[in-house]
């Protein structure tokens, strides 16, 4: 099976993203309050005292509500709901402050969402003054943010600039026109363009542009034409990302699934843009991700040390990332946990002196071996398979996938073909072993391709 459709047919089957392992529906919910500030104190001694943490501050409100989005949001044209959720995040701040056993080193921070720039720039500084000075900042942190073209201002670019905040993502998705009034996000070039002359003005190193393949109205011709705007903003680095359709859980979804490109053309759609990304001088650093040669994340893939989290590809090794915010999701290496969904009781249980947790797992033994295989494919594309023994059905999938062109297996190292880099999920996959012993249809999960 050589052909690039019979295995678009064969591997399109519902897999995770792996953003973590194992991923949040598979956790066990084993994690306690008690439990959870004995294990963050762990962590922190064994190395978030000399990696530094990253923090992930989930900033979950949105003027108008984006018909393709997965994240969790809250929208509203409000804009009093800023100060409460703003002192909120500073409590659970204060809450790890106090477990913590020396003031904490920080290796990055990033600001996601909803939309982070709904937040006034002065209710921005003073959140993230209070964090970064009851902290020790490290002096390569990485500071980002995801910014909305049309509410990103000069004032927040100068605001988050003088905080040490050097890189920002902006959401793109598509510059056509029909497609993004099928979203509801129109944002015309013009509007992008500006966003990112005064990011470059204010002295920002880095910019990000999230892209979007396989939304409703787009085709060859779309791809190409929004790859040629974005071509004339060079931005630093590119997501490229396969939306998911899951309209049982999104319902504002099902306004346009009758407009959505079916599998091979999805696929083709995907093709076009990596063939074009490639033209730009963009080269892939992993799933999704595409940078300039002389990025750092491209630099950190050719030396091994790309690392990957609930935030996406980074330089940053460190091990601890802690998530403050309403459905904030936290990865302390030996657990996970997440904050709960709902604003109000995060709110509440933090008035109460309580972590706001909702779920978590602690990891085992097999689960950290298993998260370095599927990091390493995931982050280098290659793995030693050591001290691990595999089924029969894994087995039996490797040989699969190795006639198929997707990976080559060597004195128990694999390697992922430049083929089978498009397949990167399915092949996590196949180590997976929670996946592989519940019903797959009892979990959402996006199509791979």
Known sequence: MTSTTDLIRKYDVAVPR???????PLWENNVGELTWKRTVQKAYRNFGNYEGINLYLHLPYCESLCTYCGCNKRITKNHDTEKPYIQAIIKEWEHYLKVLP?????????????????????????????????????????????????????????????LGFNRVSYG??????????????????????????????VGY????????????????????????????????????YSYAHVPSVFPAQ???????????????????????????????????????KEDPLLQAKIAGKLHRNFMGYTTQASKMLIGLGSSAISDI???????????????????????????????????????KTILELICNGRTKLVDTIWDMKTIHQMSEMQNDGLLTLTNGTI???????????????????????????????????
């Open 102 to 162: 020396e003031k904490p080193k920080i290796a990055g921070i990033h600001l996601g969402g909803g939309t982070p720039t709904f937040f006034s720039p002065e209710n921005l500084f003073e959140m993230l003054n209070y964090i970064i000075h009851s902290a020790e900042v490290l002096p390569e942190a990485e500071m980002s943010f995801e910014g909305h073209p049309n509410n990103t201002t000069f004032e927040h670019l100068v605001t988050l600039r003088l």
């Open 415 to 449: 390697k992922v073909t430049d083929m089978g880099m498009a397949f990167i999920r399915n092949i996590c996959a196949i180590f997976d072993h929670r996946m592989k012993n519940q019903e797959a249809k009892k979990f959402v999960f996006s199509k791979a391709i």
């Open 254 to 292: 099902k306004s346009f699934e009758q407009y959505l490109p079916q599998k091979e053309g999805k696929r083709i759609l995907y093709e076009a843009g990596k063939i074009l990304l490639q033209e730009m001088g963009y080269e892939e650093i992993g799933m999704d991700h595409f940078a300039l």
């Open 18 to 24: 792996y953003t973590s392992y194992p991923t949040v």
């Open 333 to 371: 290496y030996y657990a996970y946990a997440q904050n709960t969904k709902d604003i109000e009781l995060y709110k509440e249980q933090l008035a109460l002196d309580h972590f706001p947790l909702s779920k978590g797992h602690l990891m085992s033994i097999e689960d950290i071996k298993t998260r």
């Open 205 to 240: 190193e880095a910019i990000n542009f999230d892209l979007i393949y396989g939304l409703p109205h787009q085709t060859v011709d779309s791809i190409k034409s929004t790859f040629k705007q974005v071509a004339s903003l060079q931005p630093e680095r590119i997501a490229f």
């Open 172 to 201: 793109i998705q598509d510059f056509d026109e029909n497609v993004q009034k099928a979203i509801h996000r129109v944002q015309p070039f013009e509007t992008v363009k500006k966003a990112t002359d005064n990011a470059r003005l």
